[in-house]
């Protein structure tokens, strides 16, 4: 079955660091999204990238997608301690059932 | 707020109890999606809406759990005679169906524990 995996489990950065975390798939996709989850709350979107695009900005954030490597990354510039969450990749199924990946726990010392 | 939302927050309940979460989505949103999510990890994918029709059910789900969405509005999710493993957080999300690019706006969940 479709399921991200992200890479590293957890991140800890000084604030004012990049942050780059990875997300690998197994199979081919439409799209694939970008969500944060800070602790005990629902998870918020953050950047979409189509199949077809390589590279999307958005913000102080980056994402690229290798369709050729089944990847994708996320670069968070300059970070804050607000930035403190964990983050997942998502990508929906030909069933439309979402799936997403492990997650990664970012942790931005003030 | 215009979010979506869910009631309870949290839920503490007794083993072999029956239990019954509600998700209120954003209005205008078509589709309407359930989540199990246990400490760690991310969201598993349980079960989705198009308005009032359930559409695609989870392996996960197993018999104990029966969603509703009546009128494509509100949906609830009941889990009857809870068990242990059914301790997680329980999102709820909506979306708007274009065609499977539409980001999920998702409620802050109901946490349940059971004792």
């Known amino acids: 079955s479709q399921q991200g995996e992200e890479d590293p489990q957890a991140l800890s950065i000084q604030e004012g660091e990049n942050a780059t975390m990875n997300c690998s798939y197994k199979t081919s996709i439409n799209n694939l999204q970008w969500y944060r989850q800070n602790s005990g709350r629902g998870l918020v979107h953050l950047i979409l990238?189509?199949?077809?695009?390589r590279e999307k900005h958005s913000g102080r954030l980056r994402v690229t997608l290798d369709t050729s490597k089944k990847s994708s990354s996320l670069l968070i510039t300059a970070s804050r301690a607000a930035d403190t969450a964990s983050y997942f990749c998502a990508m929906p199924n030909t069933g439309n059932q979402f799936y997403f990946g492990t997650g990664t726990s970012l942790t931005v010392i003030p | 707020d215009t979010g979506v939302s869910q009631d309870p927050r949290h839920k503490i309940t007794k083993r072999g109890q029956n239990v019954t979460f509600r998700c209120d989505p954003i209005s205008e949103h078509n589709r309407l999606y359930w989540y199990r999510q246990t400490l760690g990890q991310g969201p598993e994918f349980l079960t989705y809406f198009q308005n009032e029709a359930q559409l695609e059910k989870s392996r996960l789900l197993s018999d104990r759990f029966s969603a509703e969405r009546p009128k494509g509005s509100f949906s609830t999710l009941e889990i009857q005679r809870t068990e242990q493993g059914d301790s997680a957080m329980y999102l709820c999300?909506?979306?708007?169906?274009?065609?499977?690019?539409?980001?999920?706006?998702f409620g802050d969940g109901t946490r349940l524990s059971i004792l």
């Open positions: 999300a909506s979306s708007i169906w274009t065609g499977g690019d539409q980001p999920q706006h």
């Open positions: 990238i189509r199949s077809n695009e």
